[in-house]
């Protein structure tokens, strides 16, 4: 995710980290060298050109602006719910560990055994959602509940497992009510959605339909453009061209990005940012370890 300060007027003209344009410069070169040829024939056979004029592209282009806008729109709804569905994570975590805290026997290794649990859930999701070695997860376990975790695909469902189980031991041996019980179920089954939900978004990507329909119209119309721009710019035309290619290529490449929020890409949700949050948390209330910094934006990217 980017994070920078609102930068003056004059430099929005030579930001490059983060604004997309190292994604799409090569579209923007080939659209650009198209469009001077363009002016090439147009200075040598004029009359090749005599029947395209700018109003056709004018529509084109509206109806083009209108779907792109529909498209990222439903990407951004996409990031907007895995940024939701990680704050919400955040607050479950804390208000189970608060829980832990208050209502559990005073015991401080029952405590870090289950608020290392939720870090360790927080980082075997997060490999999940990126493809990553779960390496860092088995800093957080035992040996032994490592062993049964790394061995199996659902690695963060066995890890509320364990949480839970724990919690029943306490329930059997008549340390909780079973009222108690059921307040703690709640707060592993709200941990349990987010990371349904997670997955579905996750193994659920938008229609390619939309993807191909819109990059397929976007290239047409750069590629086109010129031929009806020439006949009233004449040399200004790659220079217009290349100014709504920008726009065009630019928002199809965000939307691109956005519709996978879990990426470890520019404008991603920041997991790895949101999992130390989640072990500043944790390591506050029930200690054992020293508590590390948040995560700082590296070249205004945080991940």
């Known amino acids: 995710m980017i994070v920078r300060p609102h930068p003056s007027a004059l430099s929005l003209f030579f930001i490059l980290r983060g604004s997309i344009l190292r994604a799409i410069v090569g579209e923007l ?6 469009a001077f040829l363009v002016v090439l024939l147009h200075g040598w056979l004029p009359w090749l050109f005599s029947g395209l004029t700018l109003p056709s592209f004018t529509v084109l282009g509206l109806a083009l602006s209108i779907f792109l806008g529909f498209r990222n729109n439903v990407c951004y709804q996409r990031w907007w719910e895995a940024r939701r569905q990680w704050g919400q994570l955040i607050a479950e975590t804390r ?3 608060r829980d832990v805290r208050a209502l559990l026997p005073d015991d401080d290794g029952a405590s870090r055994r289950m608020g290392y649990r939720a870090i360790a859930f927080a980082h075997a999701l997060r490999c999940q959602l990126r493809k990553e070695e779960i390496r860092s997860v088995e800093a957080w376990l035992p040996p032994e509940e490592w062993e049964a975790v790394a061995a199996l695909r659902g690695k963060p469902d066995r890890i509320l497992h364990f949480q839970a189980r724990e919690i029943a031991a306490h329930l059997r041996g008549g340390l909780i009510s079973d009222i108690l019980y ?9 941990m349990s959605g987010i990371q349904a939900a997670c997955e579905r978004l996750h193994t659920t990507p938008t229609p390619f339909a939309y993807t191909l329909l819109l990059h397929r119209t976007a290239w047409l119309f ?5 031929f009806g721009l020439v006949s ?3 040399l200004a035309t790659p220079v217009v061209t290349v100014i709504l290619a920008y726009a065009f290529f630019g928002l199809d490449a965000l939307g691109q990005e956005l519709q996978e929020p879990f990426e470890a890409t520019d404008n991603a949700v920041p997991l790895d940012a949101l999992v130390r949050t989640i072990e500043i948390a944790t390591l506050e209330v029930v200690g054992g370890r020293p508590v590390p910094e948040p995560l700082k934006p590296r070249d205004y990217v945080l991940l």
């Not at 070169?29 to 198209?34: E, G, S, T």
């Not at 750069?222 to 010129?226: A, D, I, K, R, S």
């Open 29 to 34: 070169l080939a659209v650009c060298a198209i």
């Open 95 to 97: 208000a189970f560990l």
């Open 182 to 190: 059921r307040n703690f179920s709640d707060r592993l089954n709200a």
């Open 222 to 226: 750069c590629l086109l453009l010129p």
């Open 232 to 234: 009233t710019l004449g």
